[in-house]
Nanobody, 115 residues
Framework: VQLAESGGGLAQPGGSLRLSCAAS????????MSWARQAPGKGFEWVAA????????FYSDSVKGRFTISRDDAKSTLYLQMNNLEPEDTGIYYC?????????WGQGTQVTVSS
């Protein structure tokens, strides 16, 4: 099982980044997927989630209206479009795949928002 995040980097406040999470080793379409992040010196924060069907998405209040989670089951890939970035969005972003019995995590990708 592998979850490989990519797309992180340095962005200016107000800028955009698109994260990707390429999945392998399991049936991607059977799993709910989510993104979480950890800011420097802070705890883990759930950011966004999407159901296995792709029919419903959920967001934390801190990113609602700015971030969009999506999935492409044909490519076994999860995305996070991040717009209007703020310095508070800085952190390591992790991809998560879960069912009632399984949970998988990626290694993370660094996002830094700074002028």
């Amino acid at each position: 099982v592998q979850l490989a995040e990519s797309g992180g980097g340095l962005a200016q406040p107000g800028g955009s980044l698109r994260l990707s999470c390429a999945a392998s080793g399991f049936i991607f379409g059977d799993y709910d997927m989510s993104w979480a992040r950890q800011a420097p010196g802070k705890g883990f924060e759930w950011v966004a989630a999407i159901q296995d069907s792709g029919s419903e998405m959920f967001y934390s209040d801190s990113v609602k209206g700015r971030f969009t989670i999506s999935r492409d089951d044909a490519k076994s890939t999860l995305y996070l479009q991040m717009n209007n970035l703020e310095p508070e969005d800085t952190g390591i972003y992790y991809c998560n795949a879960n069912t009632l019995v399984d949970v998988y995590w990626g290694q993370g990708t660094q996002v830094t928002v700074s002028s």
